[in-house]
């Protein structure tokens, strides 16, 4: 055993380590450091350390005033998308609960990153072992009812962008021609909520409502069923119910008809130094990494 400890701490560390050690050194009240408090607080070497420090210069999650580093814009934008991520799951999570205790099938809460929806809760039932999802789990939003459900109340760039990375199949009932997925999203507009009929696993259905007032959506509550297609015209005004639940928990009963309303705008307000912590603490031990 005390070999196994000394050899571990003998380890090199790993380049992701290195730079977690390198951003570790900005914790603190003091906003700027030079290299050589970075390397005093970090304790990397300082050859590898001023090498960290350029990279992340250039990636923008540092920035640099003459001698000295400062956090970049591209850590505060993620420390807010963080702050912004963790307020809607502790508003949706009671409600999610109630969704699963209404239907007993597997509750999902999900947000579109890019091509991509990401899971940031998921409420588990008696079907929950035949789904391959956790939190923190990608999948591609064109093929799966939580992305449907945001891409149709997303902007046109967005929907795009997923047809840009291409829509491979994944089961033999995946939409994977644009004018049938571009059908779907204008289907699911008219209906108030998506459905996976099967696109994404063999013998899972779901259906999702989108989280929206009167512009874009900003997530997804998704319920997922092994019961077949049959299902979902029951679970659908159950979910939309949920959906609405939650963005009156975000904002209140007079967002949801406000033509103001605007989410992108919403999920952008100053960026708090209780953002910063909460990167600071993703950084190291988020599932997400």
């Known amino acids: ?8 701490e003998l380890a090199p560390l790993s380049l992701l380590e290195k730079a977690a050690r390198v951003l570790g050194a900005f914790e603190g009240p003091q906003p700027r450091l030079s290299l050589t408090e970075v390397v005093r607080r970090s304790g990397i070497p300082r050859s590898s350390a001023h090498r960290i420090l350029d990279q992340l210069v250039q990636l923008r999650w540092l920035d640099r005033e003459g001698r000295d580093y400062r956090m970049g814009m591209r850590m505060l934008e993620l420390g807010a ?6 307020r809607l799951r502790r508003a949706a999570l009671p409600l999610l609960h109630a969704l699963h205790e209404q239907t007993g099938r597997l509750v999902h809460l999900s947000v579109l990153d890019g091509a991509e929806v990401v899971c940031l809760e998921r409420i588990g039932g008696s079907e929950a072992t035949a789904v391959p999802s956790r939190v923190g789990g990608r999948m591609p ?15 046109p760039a967005a929907v795009e962008h997923v047809l840009a ?3 491979r199949p994944r089961t033999a009932r995946t939409l994977i021609r644009p004018l049938a997925l571009r059908s779907e999203l204008a289907a699911t507009r008219e209906r108030g909520v998506a459905y996976d009929r099967e696109e994404s696993f063999r013998g899972i259905s779901c259906v999702a409502a989108p989280l929206r007032g009167a512009g874009r959506a900003i997530a997804a509550v998704s319920v997922s069923s092994c019961r077949g297609e049959r299902e979902l015209a029951r679970l659908g005004p159950v979910v939309a119910a949920c959906a609405r639940a939650v963005w009156r928990e975000l904002y209140g009963p007079g967002r949801a ?8 705008r919403e999920l952008q307000p100053a960026v708090s130094a209780q953002a910063m912590d909460n990167m600071m603490g993703w950084l190291r031990f988020s599932e997400w990494m």
């Open 1 to 8: 055993m005390l070999d196994q400890v000394m050899e571990s």
């Open 257 to 264: 008809g406000s033509p103001a309303a605007d989410p992108a």
């Open 81 to 86: 998308l963080a702050s912004h991520h963790n």
């Open 141 to 155: 939003a064109y093929c799966t009812a939580a992305g449907k459900a945001v891409l149709a109340f997303s902007d």
């Open 165 to 167: 990375q291409g829509l």
